[in-house]
């Protein structure tokens, strides 16, 4: 039988077109940071115009210079490393028990019946409200941090992983079953690659949330941590020690972003999305 | 042709009932047998029933009232002696083409090369090869359509339920696709129920046509449409014409009727 439909690729080099000159690839990669780079030296100027005194805004060399004297005497790797634990600790338990969740609400009308109600009220709560009742209970370390953060980011996940489950086409059920598939099958080999790409989306709004709440809690708790010791500068009245913590914070969670993109293309490297443009 | 036909549907009926709002009846009074080795398309509007006639044979609708037998046995589950194909392809994105057609071999009993010598073989046959290792979103829609009917004939059922299957292609690969169903069927030993709204595909592929009235669906009349399918000028064949003719006739009523239905 002749393959009639098939794309030819005798041509692929003239599709392509030219490459994109240096010139165009620097102008491109400077126009993305742009905006960045703007503040940067508008901070930068500021600070150093004399306008305001440097308790009140320190120029953010001298707050990169003390990042460094922080990152060379060790502090900098406890707090970030501490905050980061957090989080991610907090993230991955949400992660799995938020899938967990979602998946025995759509699977059990029991579990739906219990956790409804549950996630329709504690969705748009602001669960950091019991941050006391965490501290009543469970003190004010680690495992009251990660739970408060957790109580924050299982929601999205419950509900992505359940709405995911839910508009799983019929017909991509049904043709497994004709080919055999038990239920066991049917949820590990079926129902859960196809709900992937969005109970992802689900987990990259879990873990913007983890880094916010591991901050504020630590903020409101104290100890080590990148909040706990914004707060510690702020009440000895180091300003440059409180800017510092501002940018390592948006560093770290930048970071932890883009990690989070790059997982999504690699494990959706079969859909659509794969073949689109990035935005991030 | 054999006395015992291969699916016996004897006064099926069907209510579906949407999360909201009044049960519908959508099947009436439903009785067809097809024999073994016949290509038979169900005709009809759109929401007449069709779809769901193929999906009560499917065994992936439950049988409430009246019974469909497949080889003497009573429907009750779907199973791979009827394989289905959709109208939207339903192929599992995240499988390559060849990892789509391996699912359904998975289950059989059989060396694991043997398995992908029979996946290639029917890569083959739909003419895709080359395009193994291809995710379903880089595939064309009449390529999908190949893969899903690769994969549908791969675990070798008897019965081969096609619902639509070129509804979502443009004109010229319906052609071609129309063209190749029939040689496949012509060299393979299969029963073929093929849902259609197309007169004219109708009459080209099947060997009869169960013309469906609108809704509630029952099958208004059984119109033979046996020709010479390998003559080149079919189309242009008065006999052909008049046949298509014929049926359009038939349909058109009942077009009518479920356009004025519709909310």
Redesign the interface.
Known sequence: ???????TLDHAALLEGPAPSLARKLLWGFARVFSILALIVAWEGLARSGAFTPFVLPSLSSVIERIWSDAISGELAINTGLTVYRALVGFLISMVGGVLIGVAMSRNAIANWFFDPIVSVGFPMPKIAFLPVVILWLGVYDVAKITIIVVDAIFPVIAATLIAIRSV?R??I????????NDRELMW??VL??A?PQVLTGLQVALPLSMIVAVVAEMLMGGYGLGGAMMTASRFADSRGVFAGIVEIAIVGYVLIKAMSILRRRLL????E??EPTTA | MSSQPQIAIDKVAHVYRPPRGRPVLALEEISLQVQQREFVALLGPSGCGKSTLLYLIGGFLPVEKGSITVNGEPVKAPGPDRGIVFQHFALFPWKTVRDNILYGLERKTMPRAEREEQAQHFIDLVGLGGFEDSYPSQLSGGMKQRTALARTLAFDPSILLMDEPFGALDAQTRHLMQAELLSIWQRTPKTVIFVTHDVQEAVYLADRVAVMSARPGRIKTIVDTKFDKKDAGIFKSKGFVEKVDELWNLVRDEAIKAERRAP
Do not use: F, K, V
């Open positions: 039988m002749a393959r009639t439909d098939a794309l086409e017909e991509l049904w043709s497994a079953r004709n080919m055999g598939a080999q079926i690659p196809a992937a490297i079969w859909h659509q794969a073949n």
